[in-house]
């Protein structure tokens, strides 16, 4: 495609992603903030996180068989509609001022089933589109777009809670859902030709070997892949203590857990600017190793922070920001580059559950990790495992030749 082609191409997914994200990251934060008030329970949002983990991990890798077979476009639009139906549907349950928990956990569940589609065919589509040396440019300015979220959604998430209830902040959802699906309709994204596929379930199993191939032939992906799954399983099931350690350690409230979200949106800002204006030198491997580092030192000094220091404990999570949102966008470029076009979904999918399976196992013991040693304690632990996966990781060769094409 010519420059301009590709890029008008892009406005149009960029702008009908950036309006679905903020709505997507406001009822999300809405939602932690009335299940941590509500129920002030670490299980409970442990198991809040696992319902809508663990679909998404479980049918991810078979949803990528389906995405590379499939026009990709359509699937980002079916599973846009298919998440709004869920939240309509939690609209109603929502209403109850007491909702049944289980109701809850199994809404956020289905709409786990619709990521599982939509996320991987996203990030399937950049490289049908976009020309190969603005991957990682095109990445940076996918970071910009969620960091506006984060820092926006967060902020009208917390306003929205204040003033309606649950049920109603849901219809941001659906609002942001539905201008997603329409500006998907004036985008032509390339369908890739295949021949006549069979349906079989040997058949999807054989495809699906094909996309672990991928990944299993090339050693230094099979690194990059098992670092990933180590990192996620270590921050996932303490990530989601935030609120707790905002509102216990720091005896934050509801301003202030919007507050730290916002600033880490600010950070996932300056990380996808960074990347997005600036052409970056330094090979992609080397960006992904230190930011775990980082990350893994954010963790660490915001469980030591002593309570009184809110600021430190607001800056590191800028810097936590910054760190994710250059991570993120590296890694998904040596995918990009790594891999061929047909097998994307399936790789990316693959990506998506076998990061996140681990961090599920990690969810269940979350109630009882915050109990036994607090959530502090469970920042620093963590933290000081994830930096030392960055370190080993400069270690391994295979792993550090990744991303030196361009």
């Keep these: 495609m010519e420059n301009n082609q590709w890029f008008r ?49 479980i049918i991810g890798p078979f949803a990528g068989v389906f995405i590379d077979r499939w026009d990709r476009k359509l699937v980002m639009i079916l599973a846009d509609a298919f998440i709004a139906l869920c939240t309509f549907v939690m609209t109603f349950i929502m209403n109850d001022g007491d909702p049944n928990l289980m109701l809850v956990y199994f809404l956020l569940g289905c709409r786990s089933v619709g990521n599982a589609f939509h996320a991987p065919a996203m990030q399937a589509v950049a490289p049908l589109i976009v020309p ?16 506006f979220s984060g820092i926006a959604g967060p902020a009208l998430g917390t306003l929205a809670i204040t003033y309606f209830p649950i049920s109603q902040v849901l219809y941001l959802d659906i609002i942001g859902a539905l201008v997603a699906i329409i500006s998907l309709f004036f985008v032509s994204i390339p369908h890739l030709k295949r021949e006549k596929t069979n349906t079989s379930f040997s058949s999807v199993i054989n495809e699906l070997k094909e996309g672990m191939q991928a990944v299993y032939h090339n050693k ?15 921050i996932m099931p303490v990530a989601i203590l935030f609120p707790l350690l905002t509102t216990g350690h720091y005896a934050g409230g509801k301003w202030e857990m919007g507050l730290i979200e916002i600033i880490w949106g600010v950070g996932m800002l300056i990380g996808g600017s960074v990347l997005g204006i600036m052409r970056i030198k330094t090979s992609k491997i080397i960006l992904i190793n230190a930011m775990h580092i980082i990350i893994g030192l954010t963790f660490t000094f915001s469980g030591f922070f002593p309570g009184s220091w809110f600021l430190g404990f607001g800056i590191l999570t800028a810097f936590g920001g910054v760190a994710l949102s250059i991570f993120s966008a590296a890694f998904m470029t040596i ?62 060769p295979s792993l550090m030749k990744l991303g030196k094409r361009n």
């Design 220 to 234: 230094g992906l099979s690194f990059l892949f098992l670092f990933a799954m180590i990192v996620t399983f270590f």
């Design 9 to 57: 191409t892009y406005l149009f997914i960029w702008a009908g992603q950036f309006v679905s994200m903020i709505s997507s990251y406001s009822v999300h934060f809405a939602v932690i903030i009335w299940i941590s008030l509500k129920h002030q329970s670490a299980e409970v949002l442990a198991l809040a996180g696992i319902a809508g983990l663990l679909p998404q991990a």
């Design 335 to 396: 995918l990009q580059e790594e891999v061929a076009p047909d097998k994307l979904g399936r790789v990316f999918s693959l990506y998506f559950s076998m990061a996140v399976l681990p961090s599920i196992v990690g969810l269940l013991f979350t109630g009882s990790i915050a109990e036994s040693v607090g959530v502090p304690y469970a920042f620093i632990i963590s933290g000081i495992l994830v930096s030392l996966v960055g370190v080993v990781s400069f270690f391994v």
């Design 132 to 147: 190969e040396r603005e991957l990682l440019r095109v990445s940076g300015i996918n970071q910009m777009l969620q960091s």
